[in-house]
């Protein structure tokens, strides 16, 4: 694995490294990965030398399959 392949991390993981800047986040819950999800990565991506991506749980998209 390379080192520009992002890894699952914890937060007191990110906080201890250095990162590259500008430091790029996005979120949101990504159950099916899309096209739409993968452009709003590149997008994100393209702006900053380091993406952090927060995943959030189902508990945050309460009508969520309804």
Same mark, same amino acid.
Do not use: Y
């Given at each position: 694995?390379? $080192? ?6 914890? #937060?007191?993981?990110?906080? *201890?490294?250095? /990162? ?10 990504? $159950? ?6 993968? #452009?709003?990565?590149?997008? *994100?991506?393209? /702006? ?19």
């Amino acid at each position: 694995m390379s $080192d520009s392949v992002a890894k699952i991390v914890t #937060l007191e993981q990110l906080l *201890a490294k250095e /990162l590259p800047r500008p430091i790029g986040f996005c979120w949101g819950g990504f $159950d099916f990965i899309h096209a739409g999800h993968l #452009l709003h990565f590149d997008f *994100a991506r393209n /702006l900053s030398a380091t993406l952090i991506v927060g995943i959030n749980s189902d508990e945050a998209f309460p009508n969520k399959g309804k």
